[in-house]
Each structure stands twice: as C-alpha cells, then as structure tokens.
C-alpha cells in the first residue's frame, strides 16, 4: 500500500468528520437566523471537497483519477439507469406502500402534475450545485483512491458509506430543523438517523458502482440529484401522505426498508454486468 495515499485519506477521514461537529461549535460562538443560513453549514458543506482539492494538488493524490470526462461513450446505458433510478424505485415502493393501504397520493391528485414538476425543476437547480460538493468528494475522491489502493468494490463501498453516514450526523443533529424532520418522518430524531445511516449504504454500493463502471463521477452526480429532488419534496410538500410508523418501510429514499432492499438488489444486479453493457 501506498503510505501518502493511506496519509491522505486519513487527513480526508479527520476532516471530513469533524468538520459537522466545528461547524456546529462555530454556529453557537456566530450566531445566525437560521442553522439553515449558517456559517457553520457552509463549513460542514465545504470543507470535504476543499480538502480533496489540497490533497490532490499539495499532497500529491494528483487528478488522473478525480473522473471529470464524461465517458459517455459505452457507458449511456449507466447514465440512463443513473437518471431513472430514483423516479422508478420510488414509484416502485409508494405503489407497494398504496397496496398495503400506508400510501396516500390525495396530496398529488389534489395539486396535480404540474405543481409537483415545478417543485421538481427549482429544487433540481439548487441540488446541481449542492452535490458538487458531495459527490466530488465521495465519488470523486474517496472512491477511486479506495480503488487505487487495492480495495474491492464492497470494502471500497462499505468504506466510503461509512464517512459518508459520520459526515452526516451532525447535520441532523444541529442543522437540520425539528419541523423539516417531524414533517418528514414521525418515528423522531433517534430513529430518523438510525435509518439515515442505515440508508446511506445501498446508495453508496449503488452510487460507487455507477463511479466505476462509467469511470465517471457525473453518473452518481446525475442520480444524486434525482433523489434530492424527489424524496424529501414528495413528503415535505404534501404530495404523498405515510401513515405515522410505515416510513420505517416505504419511505420514498433508502431510510425505508423496501428501498433499502431495492437497492441492494441493483447493486448485485450490476455488479454481473460486463463494462459496457
């Protein structure tokens, strides 16, 4: 193994997870109006990819791996199943949740298609952005120095799901509002980050197996976002209606079960599948 790699990745790692918990100390020394308009969120979304910059130029990681080309050459079919991975899985799970009568859609009959559109369209422009941030470091970085280190794909996967679950701790625990998960999620905080964090892992078996097999890290960019502007908005905005306790199981993300298990399916499905096909 390469010592200025494994170096590297500490550094990473340290940062990483405690940059959430700094930026929450900064948050009670500056105060702001809202842990949503913070300093200390903008430190917590910042510091991951600002870290894999300086490694990558001053520790020496370099940029032949980081993933920018696009590929799409052989690897179209990836960015479809990249684009549609969220819009059918969570179909797939509410339907199932409206067979088991837990799933109400009287939100999106009542406002129609064209509302939930266009809460799609403006929260899909300020994810672009936002998950630069992310998968720029966790498929950009974490993935493919993983790999470069001899890893396999589970224990680079496992790995990188593991950071990326600690990274976001924090985050729910300081930033995130009561209302925003109250509005989302009836089973309160405690169990909301234990299926936060459970839920974090498929997507990153799926998420990393998409960064390899397209060697590309705008494929995972692409079906992240999908599922920013899906999961959260469907809920929060009134489009579909859980009943208290079924999110633990059909929630529209990986924090529900079924999803969870979706999933892990994909990610086995993909992992037989040739490059290129």
């Known amino acids: 193994m390469n010592s200025k790699s494994i170096r590297n990745l500490i550094i990473f790692t340290i940062v990483t997870l405690g940059c959430g918990w700094f930026g929450a100390w900064i948050n009670t020394q500056v105060p702001s109006p ?24 001053l520790g020496k990681d370099g940029w032949s791996d980081f993933g920018l080309r696009f590929n ?20 797939v799970t509410l339907l199932l949740g409206r067979v088991f009568r837990v799933v109400s859609f009287d939100g999106l009959a009542t406002r129609g298609f064209p509302a939930l559109f266009q809460v799609i369209l403006i929260g899909f422009a300020s994810s672009l952005f936002k998950n630069i941030f992310e998968e720029f470091a966790w498929r950009g970085y974490l993935t493919p120095r993983f790999q470069a280190l001899g ?8 790995l990188t799901g593991i950071i990326w679950a600690l990274w976001h701790v924090p985050y729910w625990i300081h930033f995130l509002d009561e209302g925003t998960i109250s509005g989302y999620t009836s089973i309160g905080l405690t169990g909301f980050i234990i299926m936060g ?25 692409l079906a992240h976002n999908m599922t920013n502007v899906l ?10 209606n859980l009943k208290p306790g079924s999110e ?3 929630a529209p993300g990986t924090d529900g079960i079924i999803m969870m298990v979706i999933f892990f399916g994909l990610w086995f499905w993909m992992t037989k599948r040739r490059p290129g096909t």
């Open 34 to 57: 809202s842990p949503q308009q913070s300093l200390g969120l903008l430190i917590w979304i910042l510091a991951p990819l600002l870290t894999v910059l300086i490694l990558r130029s």
């Open 72 to 91: 799409f050459k052989g690897n179209l079919g990836w960015y479809l199943f990249a684009f549609l991975l969220y819009p059918v899985t969570i179909a």
């Open 151 to 158: 890893l396999s794909n589970v224990h680079n996967h496992l």
């Open 197 to 221: 964090i459970l839920g974090i892992f498929p997507i990153s078996f799926v998420l990393g197996e998409l960064r390899l097999k397209t060697n590309s890290v705008w494929s995972p960019y």
């Open 231 to 240: 999961t959260a908005p469907l809920v929060l905005q009134g489009f579909i």
């Open 248 to 250: 633990i199981f059909f």
